[in-house]
């Protein structure tokens, strides 16, 4: 990640964010990329399967399953922050690199940032509510059955009523990483992460508020993050500003900011109709499945997120080597990253296999859902694997501009697996819905590669036609 707030070091200044781009070991730069962003993103995972064994002391599958059935809602949370997080964060970082030159577009980054905040707090407002109100149909639309109903309308609601802090948090956690700042982002997530867990004794074992107090946990830890982002950006940010005054609807905010998110909330959208139709055909096989399935994808998360932080924080690596046409780095930099990709995900799956029986049995008590549970996790894990080469080969794709195979790759996953999980449950019942996953993330894992050997003239006639001038270039349309 690029430090866009400092003055642009040369290239051979060891210990530079530019010297690991350019000319750092590659092992290294990996390093320095990588690991904030992975570390970043196993909060997350993190997050969900302490939620999942608080509710799993609680011994009732219907409240697992009602935690599962939820997932669409904070799914949408994310897309509503990253929406306005992750299009604002882009023109922040483009903005304070412009300011080097020119310090009159300082005063463009407090309205970019104002309007990202305050913007992702009043559509929060306005889909929390709508959703408060139409808590019903939408619990019947998660799939929730007559057992898990009430459990399920409870920790939705809940859910709801916090959207505009869950949205905030996700939106700030993107100012913050445009300034460069991954430790701080680290620091806060880390910090939300440990809130969660001190929330989740006092509500579920404490005062015994069940999936209400998940849900509950859940949102006042958010409610530290954003009290962390919001404090650091006022005490150490010199342009970012989350006033309100500086709130704006100005074309020249609102185009870029969106223009940019749009494209986020269209893939967490295929995410959310995968979740909703996963649910609506395991419902129906009754809670034990769906909550063996919220614990294994909670568990394959761990190494899923690893995998992701070294895919998308190589992305910038790529960019750079191919920007300024070195072939060599370019494919030191692809073999490193799959070696490590490979390995994450290989040594964790055969470590959680080995111990599944024991790792399992901390979430779920009934031996017949224990035993599908062992089904599910195996599935998921091969998933994981195959996901992690098509991440990479996506983020090929995106540092080396080839702008229809990156958009290809990041929809036909959704596209796919609707049709793919309703023939498996009607072709093979229960085993079909289980592995229609592992099928379609191989599948589309299949088109990458044969993607990958279409594009291969371009991609090489791009390196050849390389330079120096043409790696910023590069790196920062990687970026934004």
Known sequence: MRTTTSSPAPADAPGTDRWFLSTAPVVSALVHLCVPMAAAMIVGAIYNVVNAGFIGSLHDDALLAAVTLGSPVLALVMAIGNVFGVGGGALVSRLLGAAERDGARTGEIRRVSAFALWGTVGVGVLVGGAGLLLLDPLVSLLGADQAARHATTTFVGVLLAGVPVLAAAVCLEQLVRAEGAARQVMTGLIASTVANV????????????????????????????????????ARNSTHVSLAPRWFTLSPSVLKPVLGVGIGTLLQSAFLIVTALVLNNLAADYGDGPLAAMGVAVRIAQMPEFLVMGVTLGVLPLLAYAYGKGDRARLTAALRASAVAVGGVAVLFSAVVLLFRDSLLAVFLTDRAVLALGVTVLAAQLTAMIANGFTGLITSLFQATGQALPATIMSVTQGVLFVPVVLLGDLWFGLPGIIWALTVTEVAVLGAGAVLLLTTRRAIGQGLADGSPERAEEALAMAEG
């Open 198 to 233: 001190l929330f989740d004794v006092l509500f579920i074992l404490v005062l015994h508020r069940g999936v209400a107090g998940a849900a509950l946990a859940v949102t006042l830890a958010n409610a530290v993050t954003v009290t962390y982002f919001a404090v650091w950006l």
